[in-house]
Nanobody
Framework: VQLQASGGGLVQAGGALRLSCSFSGRLGSIDVMAWYRQAPGRQRELVADITTGDRTNYADSVKGRFAISTNNALNTVYLQMNSLKPEDTAVYYC???????????????WGQGTQVTVSS
């Protein structure tokens, strides 16, 4: 399974960006798709996740500003980021938790990361 993230860049505070992460490869089932971020000198943290039943979960720091979604084929996950702040600056990683086949235990897959920089 390969994950390809895109959409990062440089934006001014108050601006918006949309991240995309597409994944390819055969899977038995998908449990959760998520976005994490890691700022310099800090631990990687969960930003948002979404289940295949469209149940979403957000970090308190991004609630009301970010929105996670998927496409109908469930092979792309998006992160719409609005009202960006300098403290949102980080490398953003997509994550997929899925079963390689239906009888397998769940595995975790990571994308390569995309840089988001918010200037003040």
């Amino acid at each position: 399974v390969q994950l390809q993230a895109s959409g990062g860049g440089l934006v001014q505070a108050g601006g918006a960006l949309r991240l995309s992460c597409s994944f390819s490869g055969r899977l038995g089932s998908i449990d959760v798709m998520a976005w994490y971020r890691q700022a310099p000198g800090r631990q990687r943290e969960l930003v948002a996740d979404i289940t295949t039943g469209d149940r979403t979960n957000y970090a308190d720091s991004v609630k009301g500003r970010f929105a996670i979604s998927t496409n109908n084929a469930l092979n792309t996950v998006y992160l719409q980021m609005n009202s960006l702040k300098p403290e949102d600056t980080a490398v953003y990683y997509c994550q997929l938790r899925a079963r390689p086949h239906l009888l397998a235990p769940p595995a975790t897959y990571w994308g390569q990361g995309t840089q988001v920089t918010v200037s003040s």
